[in-house]
Every structure is written in structure tokens, then in C-alpha cells.
């Protein structure tokens, strides 16, 4: 589907599923180790899903096509992520430079002077260092 052809609605839709899996990520977490194969496979569909969706947010916010109140739903929602960055790596192998990539996709936070609290282990900030050696 082509971006121009996202309504305020379906970013509306988008923005929603983004929520839930935000707001259930902490919860799936703490059954994560119990949890059934089937049930760990049901959740890693839903997060690929979501995942790409948090791509189009993104893009639809760089092409300015977002509300304001989208913008700052956005922004609350990124937020939170990266508060549990931690849990992303637990439950889907996604590090911290991975969970990062909201930042080249588009997010609100990147235009905010307000401090961002980001959760992750150590490996993931030594993956992340290694990388940005890489670049210097």
C-alpha cells in the first residue's frame, strides 16, 4: 500500500495496535519463559506485524501527515518502548541498536529536548558502542 494512501484513520489503527503491544510487552515478558512454543510464536507474528507498522508511523510522521495529537501519541508510545528496551531483547532478540532504528524511521523524540530513560543489559550497549566505533 502506498503511504499517500494512509487515512487519519487507518494512522488512528496503526497507532492503536502500536499501543496495545507497548502497554502487554511488560506482561508478555514475565510469562516469556513459561509460555508455550505455539503462544511464543503467536506473539513473535504479532510483534513482526507490529513492527512494520511502527515503520509506516514513522514514515508518515517524517512526510508530516500526522496530526499533532498523532505526533504526541507517537512520542508517548516511542517513549515507552525504549523504556522497555530490555524486555524486546528478552522476548524477540531485538537490541537496543535495533530497537534504535525508530530514530531513522521517524520519531517525534528526535525533535525533543526531553530526557528519554532507555532499559537494556549491558551486551546491548556493548553491541551498541561497537557500532558506533564503526562509524567514527
Known sequence: MELEEYSAQATDTHLLNYEVFVRDLEEVASNWSTMPVEERSHHQADFMYIWSLRKILGQTYQSHQLTRPQEERLAQLDQMLLAQA???????????????????????????????????????????????????
Open 86 to 136: 530490555s524486555l524486546m531483547d528478552q522476548c524477540f532478540g531485538f537490541e537496543l541498536a535495533q530497537v534504535l532504528v525508530i530514530f531513522r524511521w521517524g520519531t517525534p523524540l528526535a525533535q525533543s529536548s526531553q530526557p528519554v530513560r532507555i532499559e537494556t543489559d549491558t551486551t546491548s550497549l556493548n553491541h551498541l558502542a561497537q557500532a558506533l566505533a564503526l562509524v567514527n
